[in-house]
């Protein structure tokens, strides 16, 4: 048994970051052990998550494992999980209650957790305490051991724990089951060393190391080769691409410029710290037509004095002017969106309208808003907590109200032009329209024939709404 510790997970070493290339391996002794069975993977989290998701997939199927949307079909069961928040973390222990019931009636049944909660020492404890019934567990750092760790489970019988908590190296050759065929996400880095004092990920995720700009590179040219149309390059702190490297002098926009010339119609890239956003990205961003006007640029918060308790490393001012960097460069067309969390320790009314002023100069064309969400073990959990559930809620209507505002305006001014968006599936709202996305990250339901699934093409907007735009196809 290994389970997570919390204190080696913290660790950061001058240690050389190993690129290791040959560490996935399928033994011949479960190479069929899937044949005539179903896996069910349920993904929670942000898009890191989704893509482990993906090589959990191909993994299982290169063990002739079979893929099923109803987890009570399932012969395996794995729940991909994301610590960031106190929902989250409810959500799996709720679906586990679930599970439960059907390993009753299923007793051959395996079911195993994996992600971001499987890092957490006091996840772990409750589920060897409380969880017995389960299968296995494993992390973030040996997602390609899957196999191995499978296998020493059907020899014990046992609840297997197999989780690491070093700085952790770079894989390659991990396979990946992709969920689209039309767009794809690609891994540049892993790991964050920022340390925010509200954030759990730099000791689930190891420490901050970047894949070899080559590997990077190759992997878009297969994917163009395939067919596929976008690529969004993954980081928990994007920005900070390239930093870990001893012997090159290479970092985001280099890898941004050489991801542009490989001819892919669309790049994407996520999620940014605004620390590390360097004028030479954004001129990079402004060069290249293939580099999607979009940036994620999340703040937290719009008071300075909250940006120190949480180890943002910038202030307000220092955002605004990057903010408006990009907007100049890029101009009103480009959409910028961005994070906020509410109720942080200590947060007073007066640091709460500096939050409200931020996002009223910004008129983000949408944000992700969070009540803050204390996590054990991280600096801020042990903070004097003293604004009520009561305030924390209406602080976020508020701020919500705020943000809806600008996002309806932001589409309202794209009603009558022309924009090109990538058709990806049948609308969910109406199965006689197609939905797709602006390359600025608008999603657009279009009265389109199927046949355009998979296109970009040029749309006239005729509606818009708070978070979503009607259009039709303009030939």
């Known amino acids: 048994m290994l389970k997570p510790n919390f ?34 993977i349920k993904t929670y989290g942000c898009q890191m998550n989704e893509h482990d998701s993906e090589m959990i997939s191909a993994i299982l199927e290169d063990m002739k494992y079979t893929k099923t949307d109803t987890y009570e079909d399932a012969d395996l069961i794995i729940l991909n999980t994301c610590a960031i928040r106190e929902n989250a973390h409810n959500k799996t222990f709720g679906m586990l209650g679930r599970i439960k019931h059907l390993k009753q009636t299923k007793p051959e049944l395996m079911v195993a957790l994996a992600g971001c909660m499987s890092q957490e020492e006091s996840v772990v404890d409750e589920i060897i305490s409380k969880y017995k019934w389960m299968d296995f567990v494993f992390g973030t750092h040996n997602i390609h051991k899957l196999p191995e760790i499978l296998e020493e489970h059907l020899n014990t019988k046992k609840l297997e724990v197999n989780v ?3 700085e952790g190296n770079v894989i390659e050759g991990i396979p990946a089951k992709r969920d689209s065929s039309i767009k794809a996400w690609v891994n540049i880095m892993y790991g964050c060393d920022k340390f925010c004092t509200y954030c759990i990920v730099p000791y689930t995720r190891g420490k901050q190391r970047s894949r070899m700009p080559e590997d990077i590179i190759s992997e878009v040219k297969d994917l163009i080769s395939k067919g596929y149309k976008e690529v969004t390059l993954l980081g928990q702190n994007v920005n900070a691409y390239g930093k870990d490297f001893k012997n090159k002098d290479y970092k985001m926009e280099n890898l941004l410029e050489d991801v542009a010339k490989t001819g892919i119609e669309r790049v ?11 004028d030479n990205m954004i001129d990079i961003i402004a060069k290249y037509d293939n580099i999607c006007n979009y940036i994620h640029l999340p703040v937290q918060s719009g008071s300075s004095r909250i940006l120190k308790l949480m180890g943002r490393r910038y202030t307000k001012e220092s ?31 007066e640091d709460f309208s500096d939050t409200l002023a931020l996002a009223e100069e910004c008129k983000y064309d949408s944000a992700f808003t969070f009540i803050y969400s204390p996590r054990q073990g991280t600096p801020a959990a042990s903070m004097e907590d003293n604004v009520s559930l009561d305030e924390k809620n209406e602080r976020l209507y508020k701020l919500n109200d705020v943000i809806n505002k600008y996002a309806k305006e932001a589409n309202d001014k794209l009603v009558g032009k022309v924009v090109k ?41 005729l509606e818009a709404k708070t978070w979503s735009l009607d259009g039709e196809i303009d030939e």
């Open 7 to 40: 204190k080696e997970a913290k660790k950061r070493t001058k240690e050389d970051i190993k690129v290791l290339r040959e560490e996935y391996v399928v033994p011949e002794s479960v190479k069929e052990i899937g044949k005539g069975k179903k896996y069910f």
């Open 164 to 166: 690491w908590s070093n």
């Open 268 to 278: 994407r890239f996520v999620t940014s710290h605004p620390w590390d956003f360097t």
């Open 319 to 349: 955002y605004l002017e990057l903010y408006k960097k990009i907007r100049n460069k890029l101009g009103e067309n480009a959409s910028i969106t961005t994070d906020i969390i509410v109720g942080f320790p200590g947060e007073t009314k």
């Open 421 to 461: 968006v990538l058709l990806e599936s049948v609308s969910e709202k109406d199965s006689s329209m197609l939905a797709g996305y602006t390359d600025t990250m608008k999603l657009v339901n279009v009265k389109a024939d199927k046949k355009y699934i998979g296109k970009i093409v040029n749309v006239k907007i």
